[in-house]
């Protein structure tokens, strides 16, 4: 079946250094890919999306690439802050079906 | 209102319970879930409602069973359950008006059900 994996699972950086989540999908039919941040005991909540049209998105802070050749996606978060760590999920979407990838717990020290 | 409330927040039921998780939303959005997330993990869905009527079911348990009574509203009912369906049950709503465009998600609070 259709499956996203997402690396890594933990990564840990000092603060004002930049982070990188690379995720693969199978399915060639996605076409939008969200990524969500959960904090501890918290809902999870988007804070960035690219479609399968766009190469990359910035938004502040944080910016996702696509290779839709190779199905690859990213996620770079630049001059990390102590509140940046969480987990985050990216994610497949075709339709009403999103397959996410299994989390990359981020901590970043002070 | 930008959010998705789900009621209650925390709840124990014992195994031969009848119990219902509760989900609102008034942002007019037609594509509503619930997804179940187990600690440390990723989650997954369970159904997909859209314009009120049941459009994926991902071969869920029959003890769960769930209802959209109007464009705002999603249940989710429970019976019968076992302790490995103890987890966070969250709900979900995007703008999604059809299978074709996609959206992202708006999610609750979620629901920690434990089960005894």
């Known amino acids: 079946g259709e499956n996203v994996e997402q690396h890594p699972s933990t990564l840990s950086v000092q603060e004002g250094d930049s982070a990188v989540i690379k995720c693969t999908y199978s399915?060639?039919?996605?076409?939008?890919f969200p990524w969500y941040k959960q904090e501890l005991g918290k809902r999870p909540q988007l804070i960035i999306d690219i479609r399968s049209n766009v190469g990359e998105k910035k938004d502040q802070r944080i910016a996702v690439t696509l290779n839709k050749t190779a199905k690859h996606f990213s996620l770079h978060i630049t001059e990390t802050q102590p509140e940046d760590s969480a987990v985050y999920f990216c994610a497949a979407s075709r339709g009403f079906k999103t397959i996410f990838g299994a989390g990359t717990r981020l901590f970043v020290k002070a | 209102d930008t959010e998705v409330t789900q009621t209650p927040k925390h709840l124990v039921m014992g195994m031969t319970n009848k119990k219902s998780l509760k989900c609102e939303q008034h942002m007019g959005h037609r594509a509503m879930y619930w997804y179940k997330q187990k600690a440390k993990k990723p989650p997954e869905l369970m159904f997909v409602y859209s314009y009120e009527k049941l459009s994926i079911n991902e071969s869920v348990p029959s003890r769960f069973s769930p209802e959209c009574p109007n464009s705002s509203l999603l249940n989710l009912h429970l019976h019968a359950l076992q302790p490995e369906d103890s987890a966070l049950y969250l709900c979900?709503?995007?703008?999604?008006?059809?299978?074709?465009?996609?959206?992202?998600?708006?999610f609750g609070s979620g629901t920690r059900l434990t089960v005894v």
């Open positions: 979900a709503s995007s703008q999604n008006r059809g299978p074709f465009a996609t959206y992202g998600y708006t």
């Open positions: 399915d060639s039919a996605s076409n939008y």
